[in-house]
């Protein structure tokens, strides 16, 4: 019994699942949810890669910032107008069919994709096991000698822009 | 003594400022004497250039001097390969015609001051004289051909001012707008022709004795510019240039603007449409010899054009009324003459007649403006006659004019005019068609002289004297104050003190006219006429067939060999006989005729004239200019403007149609490609994923496709 | 050999997206069309992790991290947005934002 592919696959349901679900809803508050389950679920598929700071960053800003500013906005609104927010009538088929047969021509292309790519390095099995420790991010982020140190810098600017920006946007008054 | 060639014609020029600004302050008549004196003054600084001239050898009597007397060279336009310099050619040719424009013209100013004595714009006509005549030497003298061609612009510029001078009545302006306008359609010949001598040349230097780099000096050697000058290339030019000379010497079909110029003074007549502007064609195509003797066909077309403009001309001075009209069509009669001499490559003779037509036309039409004074403006000759012994120095000296232009012995006319005859019979092609035309038309030119002679001052009175100075035929020719100063203080030449006095007392006119009636010109006037008089008697002694010293004196400047055999010429005895008949038979028929119409003056009765007969026909179509003007006025107004106005319809509506609607494309394209801007981001969204996915694909085929 | 074939990844990465597309055209409230932005981020960010893992190198975290860093950044700029259009209209409909129109 290959235990890693059935719970490979358990996963992958759920999170296409939430997926749509995150889709077809009418309501916000409850696709912002969906989407919640989904990025859980993602942050477990990192785990299963080796990537265990990844999965822990993931649940940490995304579910737990991003996600949570959502439904900030979302609470914020509703007091305006609850009826607002909902959407107007419900999702037709052809979504659901296009998202059907894209599911199909992906399985089809199965062994076309993997025979695109180019073979497995011989060391991903201990690179699962050991590469994604948040020691071997951090030297791979902060090491001069690789190209990370510079974006690393310049993305804390760009946050620095983005908060001052929220500020400004949504002042009532400058 | 060469380099002062550039005062000839600063002097004019002076002349032409001083009047122009100060003209009505010195008042009248001596701004007109003080004209008349820069003219004289050029016409004594030619002579002095002539002799400088004479001081050179015969062959290289040739000078490129610059038009600056104290200026070595002024360089007027250079742009690379294009060198126009402000030089004068100074050769045997531009002497002669600066003799004769400053001469004649001289005379000319002088008969003016009488002429226009009582006129109210007297300074403006001696500003535009003046003008005309640096304008005229300008054209004789210039180095160049850009130089000729700004006198030839600038005759006709003069020429349209003097033709209006009097413009307040409208058709005197129209007969100058005309004469203008004709000139135009000629110029652009002349000018399409510049460009070709440019083009072929690549300068428009006549001759450049120093280096042989003139346009003339290269065509004599059968060169142009980096090969050889081909028949074709002569042809071109010289077909281009003599169309210019066809408008500015009025030749068929471009003479229609003569003899509507009329309508200027008759010194302007004499001046401008007599003895010099006309005949700049003359001298233009002389001066070009060396390209047209390179073109047959080129010789052959003027000669024609030449002959048949003599014979038309003629026909219609046969019935002409208005005594100056006659002579306008005897003038391009005349012209075409000189034509035909330089078709058949006589152009010494063609000059030479040019010469002696300035004396006798010049003198013809003075005249004339001393027979209207007296008449008090009446030009039409039916209401003239038995003037002989009314105003006999007038009569005299028009006598003398009218012998020269007949072509009796010993007088100017003669030999210039058998000596073209002669010279085109010996013409290679068709030469005896145009000598039996060309005899022809002088019997035609007898009899017309003989009958303005006949009608003007041999038959009897046809007018009443009393009635003079009522019937103007100019309408704004009425200040007659200063009339009596001009006449009285310079004495009167026939002295009709009896006739005045019996006029003042039966004259109740509106005007204060001293004295009515027929009475002799001034002394400023007829002094004039007596010099011309005498030139037209003994001119022509200087180009008899035995002694032509104008033929030897004109050598430098035509080219030696003209297409005229001179052994198969009609032997100059012959040719002076049949030339002397012709005139004779001129001058018989006529005075059979009109010696029996003595009181009339009229050979054809009014009814023969409308009648349906060949004779009547033949008679009206005369008339009618043989209704060539309404052909050319249809042709350049009616089909001219009509053609304009399709024109413009078709500038309005098709091209600025094409513009706009270039312009319409781009609106209309761009209301259709607009609507993709739908302002709906899910739609936004849509296309970009469309895009997305072609990236996506174009990326993805190489790589897909090499599987 | 991995015992989850990188290829599956792929796959599940690819449906993912593809949902989040489907989701950003066919929605009409911007804060859901945004989560959709915000599931096709993280379909590629899976897709990363796990090249990263079939290859043995630590670039793809590294992009995931970048990639996280900025989607926050845009979220936050992005729901400003949002909030200052629902306080000039009632509805936040995003059919109704169309001025920008021919």
């Known amino acids: 019994m290959n235990w890693p592919l059935i719970f490979f696959a358990i996963l992958a349901l759920l999170s296409v699942g939430s997926a749509i679900l995150v889709v077809a809803n009418q309501n916000p508050v409850r696709s912002a949810l969906f989407l919640v389950v989904n990025f859980f679920v993602l942050a477990v598929f990192y785990f299963t890669l080796g990537a265990e700071f990844i999965g822990a960053v993931q649940i940490i800003v995304y579910a737990g910032a991003i996600m949570v500013l959502f439904l900030f906005v979302i609470m914020l609104l509703n007091l305006g107008a609850p009826e607002a927010l909902r959407e107007r009538g419900k999702l037709g088929p052809a979504p659901a069919i296009v998202l059907a047969l894209v599911f199909l021509s992906l399985l089809g292309g199965v062994g076309a994709i993997d025979s695109g790519l180019r073979p497995v390095n011989p060391q991903a099995a201990t690179f699962m096991a050991t590469g994604g420790t948040p020691e071997k991010v951090g030297l791979a982020l902060f090491s001069p000698s690789l190209p990370w140190l510079f974006p690393f810098e310049v993305t804390s600017f760009l946050l620095l822009i983005g908060v001052v920006g929220a500020i400004i946007l949504a002042k009532r008054r400058i | 003594m060469l380099n002062w060639v550039g005062l000839i014609p600063v002097l004019p020029l002076i002349g032409f400022l001083i009047t122009a600004f100060a003209g009505k302050k010195i008042g009248r008549p001596r701004s007109g004497y003080l004209a008349t004196f820069w003219v004289f003054a050029s016409f004594l600084v030619s002579c002095g250039v002539l002799v400088a001239l004479l001081g050179m050898e015969g062959e290289h009597r040739r000078a490129l001097v610059s038009l600056c007397p104290f200026v070595k060279d002024v360089p007027w336009i250079v742009i690379g390969n294009f060198q126009v310099h402000y030089q004068a050619l100074v050769d045997p040719l531009a002497m002669l015609m600066c003799l004769i424009v400053t001469g004649i013209g001289g005379l000319i100013h002088l008969y003016a001051v009488g002429y226009m004595a009582e006129d109210k714009d007297f300074p403006r006509f001696f500003t535009y004289l003046n003008l005309f005549i640096f304008f005229m030497l300008m054209l004789v003298l210039g180095g160049n051909i850009l130089l000729m061609f700004v006198g030839w612009e600038g005759v006709g510029l003069c020429s349209y001012l003097l033709i209006s001078f009097w413009f307040e009545d409208i058709e005197n302006s129209k007969a100058g707008n005309k004469a203008f306008i004709v000139n135009r359609i000629g110029d652009v010949g002349f000018a399409l022709g ?284 009425d200040d007659h104050m200063d009339h009596a100063d001009a006449h009285g203080s310079s004495g009167d030449a026939s002295g009709h003190a009896g006739e005045r006095a019996e006029e003042e007392l039966s004259h109740a006119s509106s005007h204060q006219d001293a004295h009515g009636g027929v009475h002799e010109s001034p002394p400023t006037m007829t002094l004039p006429l007596i010099i011309l008089a005498v030139l037209s008697a003994v001119g022509g002694l200087i180009g008899t067939p035995w002694f032509n010293k104008f033929e030897q004196f004109l050598e430098p400047s035509v080219p030696p060999v003209g297409l005229f055999k001179p052994e198969e010429g009609v032997s100059p005895v012959l040719g002076m006989v049949i030339g002397t008949v012709a005139a004779l038979v001129g001058i018989g028929i006529a005075y059979a005729l009109y010696s029996k119409r003595r009181q009339t003056g009229e050979i054809l009765t009014p009814e023969q004239k409308q009648a349906p007969t060949l004779l009547g026909e033949a008679y009206r179509g005369s008339v009618n200019l043989w209704g060539f003007d309404q052909l050319a006025t249809w042709l350049g107004i009616d089909l001219g403007g009509s053609l304009a106005r399709t024109s413009a319809w078709i500038d309005r509506n098709i091209i600025d149609g094409i513009v706009n609607g270039v312009a319409g494309v781009a609106g209309i394209s761009s209301e259709v490609i607009r609507r993709a801007q739908t302002g709906f981001v899910r739609s936004y969204a849509l296309v970009m994923l469309f895009g997305v996915c072609l990236v996506v694909a174009s990326i993805l085929w190489p790589i897909i496709s090499h599987h | 050999m991995l015992p989850v074939p990188t290829v599956y990844y792929l796959v599940l990465s690819g449906l993912l997206f593809t949902t989040g597309v489907i989701g950003v055209l066919v929605k009409r409230n911007p804060i859901v069309i945004f989560m959709c932005i915000e599931l096709m981020l993280n379909a590629v960010n899976l897709s990363f992790i796990a090249l990263g893992r079939h290859f043995a190198q630590i670039n793809g975290q590294m992009y995931v991290i970048f990639v996280m860093a900025v989607a926050a950044a845009e979220v936050a700029i992005g729901l400003g947005i949002i909030v200052n259009l629902f306080r000039q209209r009632e509805s936040i409909d995003i059919d109704e934002v169309n001025l920008m129109k021919f």
């Open chain 2, 194 to 477: 510049i460009m070709a001598i440019f083009h072929y040349f690549g300068t428009l230097t006549f001759y450049n004795p120093a280096t042989l780099g003139g346009f003339l000096d290269m065509a004599s050697a059968s060169k142009i510019a980096g090969g050889v000058l081909t028949t074709g290339i002569a042809t071109t030019i010289g077909l281009l240039l003599f169309v210019g000379a066809v408008g500015k010497s009025a030749q068929f079909p471009l003479y229609v603007w003569l003899p509507d110029a009329m309508a200027g003074p008759t010194p302007v007549s004499a001046l401008i449409h007599a003895a010099t502007m006309v005949t700049a064609g003359v001298v233009m195509v002389t001066r070009v010899s060396p390209i047209i003797v390179q073109s047959h066909t080129v010789m052959i077309v003027i000669a024609a054009i030449g002959t048949f403009t003599a014979l038309f001309a003629a026909t219609i001075a046969l019935t002409q009324n208005d005594i100056k009209k006659v002579l306008a069509y005897s003038t391009v009669s005349q012209l075409g003459y000189m034509f035909l001499g330089c078709g058949v490559g006589a152009f010494s003779a063609g000059m030479f007649h040019v010469t002696t037509h300035a004396f006798f036309k010049a003198l013809l039409f003075l005249g004339a403006g001393s027979v209207i004074h007296a008449m008090h403006h009446e030009q039409d000759m039916r209401k003239m006659g038995g003037l002989k012994k009314l105003i006999p120095v007038t009569y005299f000296t028009m006598m003398a004019g009218y012998l020269a232009i007949a072509g009796i012995f010993p007088f100017a006319g003669f030999w210039s005019k058998d000596e073209i005859l002669g010279k085109a019979y010996g013409f290679q092609y068709f030469g005896i068609v145009f000598y039996v035309v060309g005899v022809l038309t002088a019997a035609l030119t007898a009899f017309y002289m003989s009958r303005l002679m006949w009608k003007t001052f041999w038959s009897e009175k046809r007018f009443d004297e009393a009635a003079l100075g009522h019937d103007h035929g100019h309408a704004t020719h």
